[in-house]
């Protein structure tokens, strides 16, 4: 069966919406996709996006956890960069969570690992092949 695909849109849980989007807009630089507010004004949906490719931030229900309620984490997402030391440097000084210092890895990238407040492992990267 051949499949035409038009977009992959990754889900990531967040507890708290609008922080999650926050530090995945200033501190690691996404743009902004919006939120959207119920109208007691709790956050609902969150979208950041990377280039062309979007994320959508929900809540941490319907069966989605975050690694900080769960106490694992089982995934992460790997975002290319022009420049991962430099993006290493600006992340670290808004005061990320570095897991990792950015590393020429033999899969040909060169990347680094941050955590976001929830848990969350992105894996920052550019290219070396």
């Given at each position: 069966m051949a499949v035409e695909f038009l977009e992959l849109i990754p889900v990531v849980p967040y507890?708290?919406?609008?922080?999650?989007h926050d530090f995945l807009v200033d501190v690691l630089g996404f743009s902004s996709g919006g939120l959207v507010e119920a109208p007691d004004g709790t956050?609902?949906?969150?979208?950041?996006?990377?280039?062309?490719?979007?994320?959508?931030?929900?809540?941490?229900?319907?069966?989605?956890?975050?690694?900080?309620?769960?106490?694992?984490?089982?995934?992460?997402?790997v975002?290319?960069?022009?420049d991962v030391d430099s993006h290493f440097r600006a992340a670290q000084a808004k005061g990320a969570t570095i897991e990792?210092?950015?590393t020429d890895e033999d899969y040909g990238q060169r990347e680094y690992g941050v955590r976001d407040?929830?848990?969350?492992?992105?894996?920052?990267?550019?290219p070396t092949t």
């Amino acid at each position: 069966m051949a499949v035409e695909f038009l977009e992959l849109i990754p889900v990531v849980p967040y507890a708290d919406i609008r922080a999650g989007h926050d530090f995945l807009v200033d501190v690691l630089g996404f743009s902004s996709g919006g939120l959207v507010e119920a109208p007691d004004g709790t956050v609902v949906h969150g979208e950041v996006r990377a280039g062309a490719q979007r994320i959508w931030l929900h809540a941490d229900a319907g069966g989605l956890s975050t690694p900080l309620a769960s106490g694992t984490s089982t995934a992460g997402i790997v975002v290319q960069v022009a420049d991962v030391d430099s993006h290493f440097r600006a992340a670290q000084a808004k005061g990320a969570t570095i897991e990792r210092e950015p590393t020429d890895e033999d899969y040909g990238q060169r990347e680094y690992g941050v955590r976001d407040p929830e848990g969350h492992r992105w894996f920052i990267a550019t290219p070396t092949t």
